[in-house]
């Protein structure tokens, strides 16, 4: 009865380290993560009795973590089955548990030092390259700003830091770059670049499509970009009027938040009836913006604000006043 307990409790281990590694071991450290794999050889010797199963049209993932967990739970079994008889004198089960832990200790050194960290060796910056610093735009169609901060090195690589209206996204993958062309991947999709000047034109993806959007190069400096505060003067605040629009006048709320950055985020609000974001940027007295895919440009003093449409619909103007220094977004209509 014990000894039926004991592969019992092998068994369950076994499978229990393979459903490990299928998914709550994903951000351990890796000195765990190691051990947890060295500690499941059936995901080596459980891929070929997939491949023969694949025959029977079982290939999914669920099946293959399934097979995998029942070959490690019947290696730790016959481990434990193993060391008992070993240790009632049976020379064969002997021999047999010395060459199976010998392979098995063989194979869990190559992979420990297959899998042992290695300090990234990156190629220097090319500081005289032209796409080396910081570049902004906007992206029109997607109505977001975008910030890319390049590192063009010496062996042709890219990388750097990506920002959408100010938040850090994963940073560039797979880049390369040439004297007047750049491109590299994010979420596996491409981005490609062509330098005219000071000015550089991307090929971005948008909602599944492309789109054409223009960055302008701002500095050399290559340091991750210092997170922009918001600038209590200026636009910052709330401001309310009428929207003079095709189909009449409504009731408009805009909130502006003018950053130190020269960077304008903030909501547009009709009729109770929230409109979208707002993206663009601002400088002295004259704003630039745009939300539900119509473009505005604006002027303002300190308590009034003119604003015209730039896009095709010029019928499209905003009368606004300041009301206050809040910039929480405006409450929504019934």
């Not at 880049?175 to 090929?203: A, C, I, P, Q």
């Not at 709320?253 to 929230?274: M, P, W």
Request: net charge neutral.
């Amino acid at each position: 009865m014990k000894s039926r307990i004991i592969d019992a409790a092998a068994f369950t281990t076994g499978a229990i380290l393979v459903f490990l590694q299928g998914g709550p071991s994903g951000d351990w450290p890796w000195p765990l993560r190691l051990t947890l794999s060295l500690s499941s050889p059936g995901f080596l010797i459980g891929v070929p009795l997939l491949w023969l199963l694949g025959t029977t049209g079982l290939t999914s993932i669920g099946f293959f973590f399934l097979v995998v967990m029942l070959v490690n739970g019947v290696i730790f079994w016959l481990v434990a089955y193993l060391v008992r008889n070993a240790r009632h004198g049976r020379r064969v089960a002997l021999v047999a548990l010395v060459l199976g832990l010998g392979a098995w200790t063989t194979w869990a050194a190559v992979t420990m030092v297959q899998a042992w960290p290695r300090p990234e060796v990156l190629a220097p910056v090319v500081l005289d390259s032209p796409f080396a610093g910081r570049w902004d735009g906007d992206e029109r169609k997607a109505h977001c700003h975008i910030t890319l901060v390049f590192h063009p090195r010496a062996d042709s690589t890219l990388d750097g830091y990506f920002y959408i209206n100010d938040y850090e996204m994963q940073a560039p993958e797979n880049g390369h770059w040439s004297s007047k062309s750049l491109h590299f991947e994010h979420f596996s999709d491409d981005y490609n670049g062509h330098l005219d000047g000071r000015s550089l034109t991307m090929v971005v993806p948008v909602w599944g499509g492309r789109d054409t959007t223009l960055l302008h190069f701002v500095s050399a400096d290559t340091s991750r970009p210092a997170r922009a505060t918001l600038v209590a003067a200026g636009p910052t605040g709330r401001w309310e009027g009428v929207f003079h629009a095709p189909t009449g006048d409504r009731a408009a709320v805009l909130i502006f938040r003018a950053r130190t950055d020269g960077k304008l985020l903030g909501s547009f609000t009709a009729n109770g009836a929230e409109l979208g974001p707002l993206f663009g940027s601002w400088w002295g007295d004259t704003l630039h913006f745009s939300a539900a895919q119509t473009s505005y440009r604006a002027r303002f003093d300190s308590t009034t604000m003119a604003v015209q449409s730039t896009t095709n619909e010029r019928d499209r103007s905003i009368e606004l006043r300041f009301v206050s220094h809040d910039t929480s977004y405006a409450a929504e209509g019934p």
